[in-house]
Each structure stands twice: as structure tokens, then as C-alpha cells.
Nanobody, 123 residues
Framework: QVQLVESGGGLVQAGGSLRLSCEAS????????MGWYRQAPGKQRELVAT???????NYADSAKGRFTVSRDNAKTTVYLQMNSLKPEDTAVYYC?????????????????WGQGTQVTVSS
């Protein structure tokens, strides 16, 4: 199993910045992809940004130029630096990790999700 601990959400004025963090722990053999999704009230969950173990990134159009996703050297923590925030960025932000867990004899690969952290941008 993988545990994900998110932090960094909060209330910020439009134009401000926030940095989200998500640390993965547990019986992890390897992590492939880490990233962030968000869900605004009444809307479906949508991609924000992801980063692979090689450092390849993928951003939603709404995030390009404003948000930056990164990982630490141990590759167990993913960050989302959000600048120039807009009221439409208000949502619950979820960390996601695609990881292999288990032992050398029994492995399981799946996506894991954090509990979410609220980001509210006031106008």
C-alpha cells in the first residue's frame, strides 16, 4: 500500500501563489508517474500536471505557463508550484501516484490517490 500526505492548500487572493506538496510512503518498489488533478464543485476531476520518473511533464492547457510540477531527488515527493492564481483555479487538488508495491515475488502496479487539499482563490 501507498500512503499520500498532501499539504500546502489554502486561501489566496487572485494573482497570488501557492505550493502544494505530496509525499508518498509505504511498501514502494518504484514510482512511475506522480502528479496532480483537481475537482471544482459540480465538475469532473481533471488533470492539472504530471511528471514521470524520467522527468517528463504533462500540463493541462489551463496550467501551462503558471504552474510547475516537480519531484525531489528521492522521487517520493511531488510538488506543484502555482503562480498567478485565478478564481477559476479554486478546487480540491488531489495528488496521484502510479507505483509498484510488494516484493520481488509479488508485485502490484496501480494508481493511488490522496485525500485532497482545498485551494481557494478569491477575486
Amino acid at each position: 500500500q501507498v500512503q499520500l500526505v498532501e499539504s500546502g492548500g489554502g486561501l489566496v487572493q487572485a494573482g497570488g501563489s501557492l505550493r502544494l506538496s505530496c509525499e508518498a510512503s509505504g511498501n514502494i518498489l518504484s514510482i512511475n508517474r506522480m502528479g496532480w488533478y483537481r475537482q471544482a464543485p459540480g465538475k469532473q476531476r481533471e488533470l492539472v500536471a504530471t511528471i514521470t520518473s524520467r522527468g517528463d511533464t504533462n500540463y493541462a492547457d489551463s496550467a501551462k505557463g503558471r504552474f510547475t510540477v516537480s519531484r525531489d531527488n528521492a522521487k517520493t515527493t511531488v510538488y506543484l508550484q502555482m503562480n498567478s492564481l485565478k478564481p477559476e483555479d479554486t478546487a480540491v487538488y488531489y495528488c496521484t501516484v502510479a507505483a509498484t508495491t510488494g516484493t520481488a515475488w509479488s508485485r502490484n502496479y496501480r494508481d493511488y490517490w490522496g485525500q485532497g487539499t482545498q485551494v481557494t482563490v478569491s477575486s
